[in-house]
């Protein structure tokens, strides 16, 4: 009988913090959407069209590969906007410059990047996103430096309040701008990559899946699988965001019914609660694959794992 008591007391404080915190996960989604909106389209949708207007400005776009992307040419994009800058700034005739200059101007893609200068000291990176082959969000950076020889600065932009863009640009902008361009795209298509594989997984499998949590960025994911056995727990942790496969995976199979009594009957005669078994061959295949893909892996094989866990067979 203190069993039983013991188990509804379990049973009503999980059901106090789930609802706990599906309240908080409410009012984050509400908070962020209201910082996603307003001002933020504004910037977004100004910078759009002069980013569109610079490069339909533009005399030809150059495809960059491998080492042509480098420290040489950035230099050589920062002193083009400085020159123009200072043409404009000294010339009596801006209508003379733009017919003289105007034309040498070029556009630069590098792999889902594209570079280009803007009007005065500014220089404009636009990352393209993708998933799966399919196009996704685009996102601005602009960048500004007073002089060829001050550092640059991140002026203004539109990647996600929740990626660490200021950290990155203390850490990277002033000693290495081209590896500050790049990892900022990394991040960007990393984040995009996490939050696209979570939504195919509602998409595919809502129906089968009793909760799922993720943090903004999605580096933090945990989702319950409810078999009519058992109930599996995954948590998944991305410490690394230019990653798109976790590095801490924990997933947890929960015995109910028929496994329940027969594993807490093994448990001993003190009627403790039952203890979670690890899946390590579903821990293996989230660590390797996307997550659509494992959860596919996981649901195939996962009546024969419990079998082996919770009827006498060794885990798997």
């Known amino acids: 009988m203190g069993e039983v008591n013991f188990m509804q007391e379990e049973d009503i404080r999980l059901e106090t913090t789930r609802a706990r915190f599906a309240n908080v996960v409410k009012r984050h989604a509400q908070l962020t959407e209201r910082l996603s909106r ?9 910078l759009q069209k ?15 590969d491998g080492e042509q992307w480098n420290d040489g040419l950035l230099a ?14 000294t010339s009596g005739d801006a209508n003379d410059m733009l017919t003289s200059h105007f034309q040498e101007k070029v556009t630069y893609r590098v792999g889902n ?16 996103t993708s998933f799966a082959g399919e196009p996704c969000e685009l996102y601005h950076c602009v960048l500004e430096s007073k002089s060829f020889l001050e550092k640059m600065t991140v002026l203004e932009h539109t990647i996600p309040f929740f990626l660490p863009i200021r950290e990155v640009e203390n850490d990277l ?6 590896r500050f361009i790049d990892h ?4 960007l298509q990393a984040y995009v990559d996490r939050r696209e594989q979570v939504r195919l997984v509602k998409e595919l499998y809502g129906n089968q899946i009793g909760e799922l949590y ?15 056995d058992c109930k599996v727990t995954v948590s998944l942790r991305y410490p690394d965001l230019v990653s798109v496969l976790p590095t801490r995976v924990k997933v947890l199979a929960w015995p109910m019914h028929q496994y329940k009594k ?25 660590r390797t694959m996307s997550l659509p893909e494992a959860y596919a892996e996981i649901v195939l094989n996962l009546q024969q794992a419990l079998q082996q866990m919770f009827q006498g067979g060794s885990p798997s």
């Open 38 to 46: 307003d001002s933020d389209k504004m910037i977004f949708e100004r």
């Open 262 to 286: 027969s594993h807490t009957s093994s448990a001993g005669a003190m009627g403790s609660q039952p203890i979670p078994a690890r899946l390590s061959y579903a821990e293996d295949a989230l």
């Open 173 to 178: 902008l002033s000693s290495n701008a081209m």
């Open 50 to 64: 002069e980013f569109e207007a610079a490069r339909a400005s533009q005399s030809q776009e150059i495809n960059l």
């Open 76 to 89: 050589t994009i920062r002193e083009q906007v400085h020159m123009e800058a200072d043409r404009k700034a």
């Open 184 to 187: 900022i795209g990394e991040l």
């Open 113 to 128: 990047k594209v570079i280009c200068c803007l009007e005065g000291t500014r220089i404009g990176i636009l990352y393209e």
């Open 214 to 228: 993720h943090s903004l960025p999605y580096h933090m994911i945990e989702f319950v699988l409810e078999d009519s």
